[in-house]
Nanobody, 122 residues
Framework: QVSLVESGGGLVQAGGSLRLSCAASGRAYSTYAMAWFRHAPGKEREFVAAVSWGGGSTAYADPVKGRFTISRGNDKNTVYLQMNSLRPEDTAVYSC???????????????WGQGTQVTVSS
């Protein structure tokens, strides 16, 4: 079983930055990928970014490319999402997830955190 706890959300003005963290405890697989998804009111949950076990392979959704950076801590159990140049449309609950491989579909992830709210004001 894997438990995921996110932190770092909050209220920020457009153009500002936030850094989200997600700490994983327990281990279901010997190696695992981690990802961030977000869920805005009235919208489907969408993929944001993913990183492989070693941290060398990443993937980003088009709306966040060039603004967000995903990375893993040295202990491999923590994932970060550095969010720069934030826009009001980035407002959502951001959740981290764990899966066997770096993927972009929700169905590829087996464990999810509760999420942290990010609100970007205009």
């Amino acid at each position: 079983q894997v438990s995921l706890v996110e932190s770092g959300g909050g209220l920020v003005q457009a153009g500002g930055s936030l850094r989200l963290s997600c700490a994983a405890s327990g281990r279901a697989y010997s190696t695992y990928a981690m990802a961030w998804f977000r869920h805005a009111p009235g919208k489907e949950r969408e993929f944001v970014a993913a990183v492989s076990w070693g941290g060398g392979s990443t993937a980003y959704a088009d709306p966040v490319k060039g603004r967000f950076t995903i990375s893993r801590g040295n202990d491999k159990n923590t994932v970060y999402l550095q969010m720069n140049s934030l826009r009001p449309e980035d407002t959502a609950v951001y959740s981290c997830a764990v899966g066997r491989s770096r993927a972009t579909r929700e169905a590829d992830y087996d464990y999810w955190g509760q999420g942290t709210q990010v609100t970007v004001s205009s």
